[in-house]
């Protein structure tokens, strides 16, 4: 259930009630795929209702626009204002917040004439659940960055995750790591993939990944902990000897990973550097102190 009667949409710059809401079957977007997106989560944290990051998300949403030629004609200001009162409306706290930029009906393959924009919320759980995952590697690989804008979030991307995510299901697994076009370690479907060896964290370097917010909240809470972290290419026959493998997205938050193509990692997911990180993003989050100290 994403929306209900009560629900209230941000469209084009007014607050309308979702079944009110309509859109014209030869828009661009749902024709070729040809929209921007962001997923974005709001917590109710120790100082009230906050949007995680809000800023970073629209000026990637304001990014992808712009890689993919999609004007957009609204400030990053005025999106976050918009979001924190769409939550107001809808009376939300801990919510998921999905805006859409999509485009008017034209069927040819131009640049399109108009531009809308869309902003929905509804609580959503932890995207990949609370348990550890068993994960396959995806027989798809992510799109050459040569043929699309990789760190760019296009409507269109998404089959690629959504066929990746379909392959580990109908093969009895929980999810997908889908390996670049050189056969690397690359991501998941919706999520970002860190390893652990030896102590230290490694994560595939951007290029060919999503470059997600997560992965970089990821990343600063290393260097806070000083928990060494390298970006660098990896090959799957280096997973197979790590200790630990974690992802990490808006929607997913930090999941662990429990077995990688049915073998399992040799340490128990409570004394990985993963859960330390997964602690601290929960603590973050909702605006509590997570300092640690290593010992
Ligand atoms: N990779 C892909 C392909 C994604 O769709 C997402 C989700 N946006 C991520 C990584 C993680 O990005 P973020 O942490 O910004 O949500």
Redesign the pocket.
């Given at each position: 259930m994403y929306y209900t009667n009560d629900t209230v949409l941000f469209v084009n710059g007014k607050f309308i009630p979702a079944r009110e809401a309509t859109t014209d079957l030869f828009s661009q977007t749902l024709h070729y795929g040809y929209g921007v997106f962001e997923?974005i989560r709001a917590y109710r944290s120790v100082n009230g209702t906050k949007i995680f990051k809000a800023k970073e998300h629209f000026e990637r949403l304001a990014k992808s626009c712009a890689l993919a030629g999609i004007p957009l004609n609204y400030h990053v200001e005025e999106l976050i204002q918009a979001s924190y009162q769409l939550l107001e409306k809808n009376n939300l706290s801990n919510a998921y917040i999905r805006p859409l930029v999509y485009c008017g009906p034209n069927m040819s393959l131009t640049a399109p004439k108009e531009v809308f924009v869309m902003i929905t919320a509804w609580e959503w759980g932890k995207y990949l659940g609370d348990q550890l995952l068993n994960v396959c590697i995806s027989s798809y690989q992510r799109p050459n960055p040569k043929s699309i804008k990789v760190e760019a979030?296009v409507c269109g991307h998404y089959v690629n995750?959504i066929m990746a995510t379909n392959e580990a299901r109908q093969r009895g697994f929980d999810e997908a790591l889908m390996l670049d076009m050189e056969g690397r370690l690359a991501?998941?479907?919706?999520?970002?993939f860190f390893f652990e060896k030896n102590g230290e964290l490694v994560t595939p370097p951007l290029g060919n990944?999503?470059p997600?917010?997560?992965?970089h909240t990821v990343l600063e809470i290393c260097h806070e902990l000083d928990i060494p972290v390298e970006q660098r290419h990896a090959t799957p026959e280096e997973l197979f000897e790590a200790d630990s493998a974690f992802f990490?997205?808006?929607?997913a938050e930090v999941v662990g990973i429990q077995s990688v193509e049915s073998q399992a990692f040799p340490k128990p997911w409570k004394k990985t550097l993963g859960a330390i990180v997964q602690e601290a993003y929960q603590n973050l989050v909702l605006d509590k102190s997570y300092s640690y100290v290593i010992v």
């Amino acid at each position: 259930m994403y929306y209900t009667n009560d629900t209230v949409l941000f469209v084009n710059g007014k607050f309308i009630p979702a079944r009110e809401a309509t859109t014209d079957l030869f828009s661009q977007t749902l024709h070729y795929g040809y929209g921007v997106f962001e997923g974005i989560r709001a917590y109710r944290s120790v100082n009230g209702t906050k949007i995680f990051k809000a800023k970073e998300h629209f000026e990637r949403l304001a990014k992808s626009c712009a890689l993919a030629g999609i004007p957009l004609n609204y400030h990053v200001e005025e999106l976050i204002q918009a979001s924190y009162q769409l939550l107001e409306k809808n009376n939300l706290s801990n919510a998921y917040i999905r805006p859409l930029v999509y485009c008017g009906p034209n069927m040819s393959l131009t640049a399109p004439k108009e531009v809308f924009v869309m902003i929905t919320a509804w609580e959503w759980g932890k995207y990949l659940g609370d348990q550890l995952l068993n994960v396959c590697i995806s027989s798809y690989q992510r799109p050459n960055p040569k043929s699309i804008k990789v760190e760019a979030k296009v409507c269109g991307h998404y089959v690629n995750s959504i066929m990746a995510t379909n392959e580990a299901r109908q093969r009895g697994f929980d999810e997908a790591l889908m390996l670049d076009m050189e056969g690397r370690l690359a991501e998941g479907p919706g999520a970002n993939f860190f390893f652990e060896k030896n102590g230290e964290l490694v994560t595939p370097p951007l290029g060919n990944i999503l470059p997600g917010i997560t992965r970089h909240t990821v990343l600063e809470i290393c260097h806070e902990l000083d928990i060494p972290v390298e970006q660098r290419h990896a090959t799957p026959e280096e997973l197979f000897e790590a200790d630990s493998a974690f992802f990490c997205g808006t929607a997913a938050e930090v999941v662990g990973i429990q077995s990688v193509e049915s073998q399992a990692f040799p340490k128990p997911w409570k004394k990985t550097l993963g859960a330390i990180v997964q602690e601290a993003y929960q603590n973050l989050v909702l605006d509590k102190s997570y300092s640690y100290v290593i010992v």
